[in-house]
């Protein structure tokens, strides 16, 4: 008889950086287990051609790296890197980041600031990435979706995209959003049930090291890597662990 199907666990990130993020010491933990776990990374896709917004531009500065081009393969890069050091496997999807997109006529659809509401054109695209995600899901598999607090539109629309799936989802709380804005936390999961899981001193540390290889986005985040260890160390050391929730 042919052996069981393992249950994965799919931690599914809007960006490069976000499952690391934000449950990095739990993916460790869980791939010591054995447990098979990726990391999907939603908008990871090429930036359609034309020029760059303001706002793109100041990100590319902030991120040490001239081109829409070479932002996503050294962001990829990044992530690679990242997912070796907490155990996980990758998976890459084709939606650009919201500094890129565009309409069909070529306009940017967000130009000035990335927390605002998804544009009527993109009122769809969860539906869009649901599909996608169900063309890669196996039976079994333990979808883990961020809460989007931070509001980020990239963040509420891996949520959206998450919740259209036809299985039960857990939720992961963004960091440093979280970090930043701990008073959003408990109006976000007033309806959810959460769970803890303990992360010991290694996994601390296995953490903070996937999140210091994402070095374009220390700056922007944390602002040096001295203020990430110290942020996710106090982080850690509030609780011992990383909650996830789930319907309660």
Request: charged share 20%.
């Amino acid at each position: 008889m042919p052996s069981p199907t393992i249950m994965r666990w799919i931690y599914v990130s809007p960006h490069f950086d976000d499952a690391v993020l934000s449950c990095g010491g739990l993916i460790w933990e869980q791939t010591q287990k054995g447990i098979p776990v990726e990391i999907w990374t939603v908008c990871a896709g090429d930036a359609p051609p034309g020029p760059l917004s303001l706002l793109a531009k100041a990100c590319h500065q902030q991120w040490g790296i001239d081109t829409a081009v070479n932002v996503v393969s050294a962001r990829c890069a990044e992530n690679q890197k990242a997912a070796t050091v907490v155990g996980a496997e990758t998976v890459d999807f084709s939606i650009p980041d919201c500094i890129y997109r565009r309409s069909p006529s070529g306009e940017l659809l967000y130009p000035e600031d990335v927390f605002v509401p998804i544009q009527p054109f993109e009122k769809n695209l969860h539906k869009d990435i649901a599909a996608a995600l169900t063309s890669e899901l196996q039976p079994g598999d333990r979808v883990v979706s961020p809460l989007a607090i931070g509001t980020h539109l990239d963040h509420v629309l891996t949520r959206l995209a998450a919740e259209h799936l036809d299985c039960p989802i857990w939720y992961y709380a963004d960091i440093p959003y979280l970090i930043n804005h701990p008073e959003v936390l408990v109006p976000t999961t007033e309806d959810l049930k959460d769970t803890l899981s303990p992360i010991s001193e290694k996994g601390l540390e296995v953490w903070q090291s996937g999140i210091a290889s994402y070095s374009s986005q220390i700056l922007m985040l944390f602002e040096t890597g001295e203020k990430m260890q110290e942020a996710i160390h106090l982080y850690w050391e509030n609780q011992r662990g990383i909650r996830l929730w789930h319907a309660a």
